[in-house]
């Protein structure tokens, strides 16, 4: 609304500009004429009216007739049409030109624009109002009673869609009209808009179209249209309803819109609630089935553990019987071996023979013995003296027979005379679980290779390396390092290898046992077991037993001297 009043104040603003512009021109033609001498006063006179309505005719249509020449004001020429009379105000354009604006005898309002000249003649032009309303404003639809008025300063209506309106003051002239109504409201919002240029206010007044004249609500957007020192307001007007049943009507859909959205949010809420408590229900019961399948797989290889164990011990008492057997076969081949090397020539042929048949029968002697220390029961509560070197030495003949053929086995012993308390079974039986760990991270790669070490080291440098700490009972300890280049193991892997029953093997290749029990036998040994390990580039074991004193040896002049004491053996046999 307050655009389109202030449009069409605009619109008249320039209309204004416009005729002034067009008497100021039809002046100087006039004034031309008058000063040429060639002319009659008659011929001057037919020729200023030709040359006004020729001009005027073509530059504005909204011209409904054209004063053209005056003397004393008193009209010379006029149309047939229009007749005015009085002089409501008198408008100055600018230094000489002036906007009146006049009533005719058929009660519309007509804008005069004049100018004087040097004779002290008036050039005019006159403006049908009504016929620019009808033309320019009255098309215009505002809601369903809406309609666009212009008044003065002072309250005089020029143009409205009621006839009987027009020329009237708009507080005084329609309490002529309409008697006793209330217009109090109607001048507060008329104060308002003289006071302001622009702008839209709200007002009780009544539908002056309408016979009945209800009252109402309404809402006016005004606009000044400055002519002159003067102004005229432009007013548009609405019903109330017009706007107000449009905006409940919107907030009625946005509130519907905004229930239908809450409603779908609280649907799809309660969706994702559901689908969460479902889901979280889901995966309640898939961590139970893992939980589960992972007790049973424990289960499963705990029972494989312990039928493999039942198959090891079964196999270490049929070792034990067929190692006796061995040691049955190899007495007579040993001893009669043993009688030839005795009764032949050491310088002949015959005597190289019985050589080889003996050292072959030592070498025979030297594993199955290796093997019965496997097979013995209740090995493990028996800790004595073990000299390491002699320990390693034996274990390494025992590792180099399950070596495979792409593996080289590097011994590196550097132990002389040290030792440790422990059980020498058990030691052999890690080292031969780490060894063979080693071959399987090898596999099928050529050119393996796995690297045993022995030497002592000082307790400060297995804290440093190891970031441990160490009680003072042990100064220094014994170092049996295993290293290989097979596949290696990831930081993951390497954190669980002891975990008992953990194994990177296929199912049925492994019991992931055997790390966690030689773990086992070396803190029971009071050693440590570490491992280090990077993919690629294979993996390193270290193992660290206390050193024991030396006056747990038995010394070699008291070992003599037991020799050369009597004593007596009692032979058990199986016959």
């Given at each position: ?139 215009i639809q505002l809601g369903t009673n809406g309609y666009v008025v212009v008044k003065n300063e002072s309250c005089f209506l020029f143009m409205h869609p009621a006839d009987e309106q027009i020329g009237k003051n708009a507080i005084y002239g329609r309490e002529q009209l309409y008697g006793d109504v209330d217009l109090e409201s109607l001048e507060n919002m008329f104060r308002e808009q003289n006071e302001n240029d622009s702008g839209v206010t709200e007002y009780y007044s009544y539908w002056w179209t ?87 797989e424990q289960t499963k290889r705990g029972e494989e553990a312990l039928a493999h164990q039942q198959r090891l011990q079964i196999m270490g008492t049929m070792t034990g019987g067929i190692a006796h057997e061995f040691n049955n076969m190899l007495t007579p081949i040993m001893g009669y071996s043993e009688m030839l090397l005795d009764q032949l020539p050491e310088d002949s042929e015959e005597y190289d ?223």
């Open positions: 609304m307050l655009i389109v009043a202030d449009s069409l104040a605009d619109n008249l603003e320039e209309m204004a500009l416009q005729y002034a512009l067009d008497v100021s021109r039809a002046s100087s033609l006039i004034q031309k004429l008058d000063h040429s001498g060639t002319l009659s006063e008659a011929q001057q006179l037919e020729e200023q009216i030709n040359i006004c309505k020729t001009y005027m005719a073509s530059e504005n249509s909204y011209t409904e007739s054209i004063g053209i020449y005056l003397e004393d004001e008193s009209v010379i020429w006029e149309s047939e049409t229009l007749e005015y009379s009085g002089i409501f105000d008198q408008c100055i354009m600018n230094n000489d030109i002036v906007m009146t604006e006049k009533q005719g005898t058929d009660g519309f309002i007509y804008f005069c624009f004049e100018k004087e000249i040097d004779t002290g003649k008036y050039v005019r032009i006159v403006v049908d109002v009504k016929d620019y309303y009808e033309k320019m404003i009255a098309n309408d016979k009945n004249l209800p009252r109402v609500k309404k809402v006016s957007a005004y606009s000044h249209a400055d002519i002159g020192n003067q102004f005229l307001v432009v007013s548009a007007v609405m019903d109330y309803t017009d706007i107000n049943d449009p905006i409940m009507s919107g907030f009625r859909v946005i509130a519907l819109t905004i229930g239908g959205i809450v409603l779908v949010i609280v649907v799809l809420a309660g969706a994702f609630v559901y689908s969460s408590v479902q889901s979280r229900k889901s995966k309640n019961e898939i961590t139970y089935l893992k939980n589960l399948n992972k007790v049973l023979y019985a050589h080889e048949i003996f050292d072959a029968s030592e070498k025979a002697k030297d594993i199955i013995h290796q093997i019965s220390s496997m097979s013995r029961k209740n090995m493990e509560t028996i800790y004595s003296y073990i000299p390491i070197r002699k320990t390693l030495t034996r274990a390494a003949k025992m590792i180099d027979s399950v070596c495979p053929a792409n593996v080289k086995l590097t011994v590196q012993n550097k132990f002389t005379n040290e030792g440790f308390l422990g059980n020498e079974t058990q030691i052999n039986q890690v080292l031969l679980n780490i060894c063979v760990n080693a071959f399987h991270a090898i596999g099928q790669k050529e050119d393996g290779q796995v690297v045993i070490t022995g030497n002592d080291v000082d307790k400060a440098l297995i804290e440093e390396v190891h970031e441990i700490s160490i009680d003072d009972i042990w100064k220094r300890f014994l170092r049996i390092t295993i290293e290989d280049n097979g596949c290696g193991m990831d930081t993951k892997v390497l954190e669980q290898i002891f975990n008992p029953f953990f194994t990177t093997k296929a199912m049925g290749v492994g019991t992931g046992l055997g790390l966690s029990v030689a773990e086992k036998i070396i803190h029971s040994h009071k050693g440590f077991l570490f491992a280090k390990s990077k993919v690629g580039e294979g993996s390193t074991f270290f193992i660290y037993l206390p050193l024991s004193e030396k006056s747990a040896v038995i010394s070699e002049e008291e070992s003599e001297e037991r020799k050369g004491r009597d004593c007596s053996i009692l032979v058990v046999d199986d016959n």
